[in-house]
Structure formats: structure tokens, C-alpha cells
């Protein structure tokens, strides 16, 4: 046994692992796992604060090369509702595609393929992005209806033996996930890696992305991500939302920023503020398998100092065993 197969069993027992999550068969082709990961947690009140300013410097505390690189966000853009914490908060994407630009990006784009509003343009407008995003001279591309190409999958979770994939994500030299951090009715939470069923096509596989549902969320989640890697991650935790996510939970705030270069890293830290143990999640203790770490021990940290709230998030009662106390 390895160092860091001992430190996950170690994590996994800890976590009662063995009867809080379904058993997954290894069905990888790939190892993406660094031997170490880092996360930053950015201290931001509220969305009318600087944003840019304090992006930037947290990518400085990472070795991120984007000179002359194209550079896809993908945020989480659902739907809207007045009120509501169901989206990335466009100012914060904006501030993000800058200091990507500063750092020397050849190109940043926006992408995201709604799933379940089909008019992404009024989601755009109503939501605020589409104001911000042409205000900063920002390119948008609507997933949902892009050019696709065939992919085959490097994992096999799913009973799909590939998946046509937007040339706009498969063109992109560097892809950022930039997940709100909310709870999920179907999944537990919806994170980074969850956040990733956006770049799957509406028009090929339905709304909500019906398929991907069909053949299991959980396995989804694991395919699609080993076959579209994340480069890094900038979680929108200022305002989350608990309860019965992702469209109909309670705004939460964390007033954080979380900021890692490894999905799995970012997701097992999101779920730990959340009040959750990452190891019950299905999606994320299988990736800590192959796509990243999600034990603390294998994290470099950086920024604010992780601290679990005083209660958990609220979730939907088939997920109470995710809680951590």
C-alpha cells in the first residue's frame, strides 16, 4: 500500500465510508491525481466589495500559466429567480475573466449550457450576466446549441460509450469551474465536478440533461469529468444555498471564495464548509480515486483558515447521512 492509498483508507475509515456510499467498481483509465493538491479560501462579504483585485492575488499563491491560452469559465447558470443564490454571481465571473486576462490569457470565454431554462438568452438577461459580460467586452458561447464532436469516455461509470462535446470545451486550453457552492436534491451537493453537467449538450441530451440522469448522477459526474479534466476551480461560496437545491433551497452565506487546482480538492473542501464529509458523497470519494484528493492530508492550504460552520447546511432528508455532525 502506497502513502496516499493509506491516507485515503485512513480519511475513508474515519468517515464511515463503508456504509455511507455505494461501491463503485474502478472503472478508470486515467490518473490525474497530483501528489499534492492546494486550495485557497478568499475572505469576500458580499458581491459589491473589489473582486478582481482579490482573484488575482489568490491565483498568484498557485503556479497558473495562461500566457496566450484560451481559457473557458464555465459557471453554474441554471435559471433565475428573483432573490434566489441558484447561480455564479456574474460579477464574480467577470472578475475572474480579468485576472485571467492579466495574467496573460490569449482568450477568456464564458460557456454554459442551462439546464433547465432552454432560452439561454433570457436566463442571460434576467440573471445580469448578459449586461456584465458585454459591458467587459466578454464572450459568451451557449453550450446547448455549439458545434459537437465525438468523444469517447475515459472512464465507464455510465453504460455510454462516449459523448458529443461542445468544439468550444474541447478547443479550450484551460477550463475553469466555477461552481455555486449549493446542496442538491438528487445528488447531495453540486460542486465543481457536479457543475460539469454544463457542458453537456441540452439539445443532444435533453433537459435537464435527461440522460446523464438516466444512467446515474453520481456515475455521470465521474465520466464526464474524466473526459473533460477541470484545470482549476473559483467555487462561488459568498452566498450558497442549503436546503432543497438546486433551484427551490435558502440563500446560505459563507462570504468565501474557494480557489484550488485539483476538482476533487476543491468539491471534499466546499462539502467540509458546508458541514458535510466529503467521503459519503459518492462522486467525490470515488474521483479521490483517480481524478484528485480530497484527503486534508494530501491539500496545501492556503488563504483562510477551513472552519466548519456552526450548523450544518440543511439538506433534503435522503441526504441527512452526509452531514458530519
Avoid at 468565501?256 to 485539483?262: G, H, N, Y
Wanted: aromatic share 8%; with cysteine; net charge positive.
Amino acid at each position: 500500500m502506497t502513502r496516499r492509498e493509506f491516507l485515503a483508507a485512513v480519511a475513508a475509515g474515519a468517515a464511515g465510508v463503508s456504509v455511507a456510499a455505494p461501491f463503485f467498481r474502478p472503472r478508470y483509465r486515467i490518473d490525474r491525481r497530483a501528489r499534492r493538491s492546494r486550495v485557497a479560501l478568499l475572505r469576500l462579504e458580499d458581491y459589491s466589495r473589489p473582486i478582481e483585485e482579490l482573484l488575482f492575488l489568490g491565483l498568484r499563491l498557485f503556479p497558473v500559466d495562461v500566457h496566450r491560452k484560451t481559457v473557458l469559465l464555465k459557471p453554474n447558470l441554471v435559471d433565475y429567480s428573483p432573490g434566489s443564490a441558484i447561480n455564479t454571481h456574474p460579477r464574480l465571473v467577470v472578475a475572474a475573466a480579468e485576472a485571467f486576462r492579466r495574467l496573460g490569457a490569449g482568450n477568456v470565454v464564458v460557456g454554459e449550457g442551462a439546464g433547465h431554462q432552454r432560452d439561454t438568452q433570457l436566463v442571460l438577461f434576467e440573471s445580469g450576466y448578459e449586461q456584465e459580460l458585454q459591458l467587459h467586452n466578454i464572450p459568451f458561447v451557449d453550450l446547448n446549441r455549439d458545434q459537437l464532436v465525438r468523444m469517447q469516455l475515459a472512464a465507464s461509470y455510465t453504460d455510454l460509450e462516449c459523448l458529443w462535446l461542445p468544439r468550444t470545451v474541447l478547443a479550450a486550453d484551460f477550463i475553469v469551474s466555477m461552481p455555486k457552492v449549493k446542496t442538491h436534491h438528487w445528488s447531495g451537493v453540486t460542486l465543481s465536478m457536479k457543475n460539469m453537467f454544463g457542458v453537456v449538450p441540452g439539445n443532444k441530451y435533453g433537459w435537464p440533461k435527461n440522460i446523464l440522469h438516466w444512467v446515474g448522477i453520481q456515475q455521470s459526474v465521474l465520466d464526464v469529468c474524466a473526459t473533460v479534466p477541470i484545470h482549476f476551480v473559483i467555487a462561488d461560496a459568498v452566498l450558497g444555498m442549503e436546503g432543497n437545491g438546486p433551484l427551490n433551497g435558502s440563500p446560505r452565506p459563507l462570504c468565501t471564495v474557494v480557489l484550488a487546482d485539483d476538482p476533487v480538492a476543491a468539491d471534499a473542501t466546499c462539502a467540509r464548509l458546508m458541514g458535510f464529509e466529503p467521503g459519503r458523497i459518492p462522486h467525490i470519494r470515488e474521483a479521490s480515486r483517480f481524478l484528485g484528493n480530497s484527503s486534508p492530508a494530501l491539500i496545501d492550504q492556503a488563504g483562510e483558515v477551513p472552519r466548519r460552520p456552526e450548523m450544518p447546511f440543511q439538506v433534503v432528508p435522503d441526504f441527512q447521512h452526509l452531514r458530519a455532525f
